[in-house]
């Protein structure tokens, strides 16, 4: 059993260490988003609008009992975000934006349950997508799962950041650097931030409870963004396609225990 460590000296600076019973209600808010990304699994197709998704997407976290995290969030007008192509995150739903074959989109989604947040990240194609498309989804999500896989008591957050950035670069794609990962809980954006880049063996140690939402954020073409005059959608500068995959997750005295899956 995981014993908070709220306030006692071994716990870092700045860094919440969740017990058992906190990290069970992270897990139900990681539910429901998980849910959420099963409905968009389901409705993403040539037509639909993103103004559509996001409403299936409320419905679904409220139906769940619980409030969309991101809906009023510094401003933010939606429910959810929907990144397409060349936008990596933070895009807005709108009933103007209609998916097309050949697409990608991402989706984040964030959900409040009780108090505690669950957030995820998925990027779908849309009907048949380029074999360059193609590649940049797999060598993203490979990367999500190689920062994963690295997220275990003793290693330091360095190890996470290299380990997503050497899958990417393997492949040929660039690692966005202007954004990264979090610490979740009661709030969204919590300590430590987490860079998709970095050296292994250095930064922050981890420790049992610490919950970390590991988003890499890959480009085709060059890491630098732009932000567009609605003061949020990200994207890339030169215009080429993006990928996003987000997992929240525990750090155990074993394996890491997944928030965000069924």
Known sequence: MIKSLVGQSNAPAGIILRGARELAGLREA?????????????????????????????????????????????????????????????????????????????????ATYKGWVGDSAWTYPVGRVSEEAQALLAATEEALWAGINQARSGNRLGDISAAIQAQVEANGFAVIREYGGHGVGHEMHESPRILNYGRPGTGLRLRPGMVLALEPMVAAGHWITTVDADGWTVRTQDGSLSAHFEHTLAVTSGDPMLMTIL
Request: glycine content about 10%.
């Open 30 to 110: 990681g539910r429901i988003v998980a849910r959420v990304h099963e409905a968009m699994r389901r409705a993403v197709r040539p037509g639909m609008s993103t103004a559509e998704l996001d409403a299936i997407a409320a419905d679904v976290i409220r139906r769940s009992g619980a409030t969309p995290t991101f809906l009023g969030y510094h401003g933010f007008p939606a429910n959810i975000c929907t990144s397409i192509n060349d936008e990596i995150v933070h895009g807005i739903p709108s009933p103007e934006r209609i998916l097309k074959e050949g697409d990608i989109i991402s989706i984040d989604v964030g």
